[in-house]
């Protein structure tokens, strides 16, 4: 096991009644626990996102005899352990796979040191459980206190957002086919019924970082009360709604944040992020999204008002789609919006925080679609005519609501489709995410 020779190079220590410290040694150090100032964590940084998921930890505390001590983390470990006795005796304990370690010790001492490192390469374990005899000492653990540190060179390979790396040449009725890797920033979300124990999916949603998942606030809450978050999970890479996808992953949420405005009826500030319990590895299937910015308008041509949605809606049959679908859909202007439906629109439209868009023509964002982005294709630069160029897709928008069938309790595609507008919420965003 390779954390044999991390050991070695970790465990130089001076011990003394009221310091403890490495001896030459460039690392930083960090509290892992908020409310615990005796369990400290040491890490290397510098280093790059796919090797910077190990650290070492030390418990500063008397353990008395007999105690039983139990360790979780939020994901899968390879672990050392390396325990001082009272009689200045040693022992190792490996650990190198699951998430929890329990360990019982038959004679007093004081202090235990260990090594972590993520099973999963580019996945970062953090403690989230420290306890003694039932007694837990991490009652509010930190997360994500690594990933400033990482190097960014590696980081940048993954930064172009809004990129493709499958080569192929939701919100949908009559929606077009799309094929696996065409979006790989789409997210499904699911919430489990506690009566039937079963997971029924319920939203789309974006990556827009390794840590969050942004979608609409009635996705992530019932009747304007935010859901447990336990209830909700959320699959990435995912292309058949049905079935299992061999490059999708499941993720579960560690914390669902609803815009403090937000309310369900009617829906106003309909915008949330879903902050996942570990880090997402980015692959061909799996990547992160660009949001949209008004600088970002400046690339566009000021005729293009066009964009893509994407989900496993319902079609033209009232089911959801079985594959991923899309349609293109323009930007219409407010007043288009309200002649069609005064009431209903007058109602959903708030200001700067909406827009509408759609062709009320029978191809819309419908029930399973909410929480899914209206995206914007936004070129590498200016676009003068109409040339192919480079570019990253930008989400402009996230499905919030449109207008009821009078037959069924499901979307009438022939009407226009609410968006929230998320370039007015960039801040509040970035002030959850960063």
């Known amino acids: 096991m390779k954390l044999i020779f991390i050991i070695s190079f970790f465990f130089v220590t001076v011990m003394s009644q009221n310091a403890w410290m490495p001896i030459v040694s460039p690392l930083l150090s960090w509290y892992p626990c908020r409310d615990d100032r005796d369990i400290n964590v040491w890490f290397e940084p510098g280093l790059k996102p796919k090797n910077s998921n190990r650290y070492f930890v030390y418990v500063n505390k008397q353990f008395p005899k007999d105690c039983k001590i139990k360790i979780s983390f939020d994901s899968e470990v390879d672990a050392a352990f390396v325990v001082r006795t009272a009689d200045n005796e040693y022992s190792r304990i490996y650990l190198s796979e699951g998430d929890t370690l329990s360990l019982n010790f038959f004679v007093p001492h004081h202090g235990l040191g260990f090594i972590i490192r993520g099973s999963e390469p580019g996945v970062t374990p953090y403690l989230r459980s420290f306890t003694v005899d039932n007694v837990e000492y991490c009652k509010d653990p930190v997360v994500g206190f690594m990933e400033p540190y990482a190097s960014k060179t590696e980081e940048q390979e993954w930064s172009t957002c809004g990129r493709r790396v499958v080569d192929h040449a939701e919100l949908m009725t009559n929606g077009e086919d799309t094929k696996p890797g065409d979006w790989p920033w789409h997210a499904a979300l699911y919430k489990l019924d506690k009566e039937t124990l079963n997971n029924k999916y319920i939203c789309g949603g974006t990556i827009i970082s390794k840590n969050f998942v942004l979608t609409a606030g009635h996705c992530a809450s019932y009747r304007g009360a935010k859901l447990e978050r336990e209830v ?93 679908k899309k349609a293109s859909m323009p930007i219409v202007s407010e007043a288009t919006c309200l002649k069609t439906n005064p009431f209903f629109y007058t109602r959903g439209l708030n200001d700067i925080y909406t827009f509408c868009a759609g062709d009320a023509n029978g191809t819309s964002a419908c029930n399973g679609d909410s929480g899914g982005a209206f995206q914007v294709f936004v070129p590498d630069e200016i676009q003068i005519g109409d040339k192919d160029t480079s570019g990253s897709w930008h989400v402009k928008g996230i499905i919030s609501n449109t207008v009821a069938r009078d037959d069924a309790p499901i979307c009438d595609p022939n009407y226009y489709v609410i968006f929230t507008n998320v370039e007015s919420y960039i801040d509040w965003i970035e002030e959850h995410i960063y």
């Open 232 to 324: 909700l999970g959320v699959i990435l890479g995912k292309y058949r709604l049905k079935g299992d996808d061999k490059v999708s992953v499941e993720k579960e949420v560690l914390e669902i944040i609803l815009h403090k405005d937000f309310s369900y009826h009617p829906l106003k500030h309909d915008i949330a992020l879903l902050k996942l319990s570990t880090e997402v590895v980015f692959t061909e299937f799996i990547r992160p999204a660009c949001l949209f910015r008004a600088q970002d308008r400046d690339k566009l041509r000021s005729d293009d008002k066009q964009g893509t949605i994407i989900g496993w809606g319902f079609d033209k049959s009232d089911n959801l789609t079985r594959a991923l």
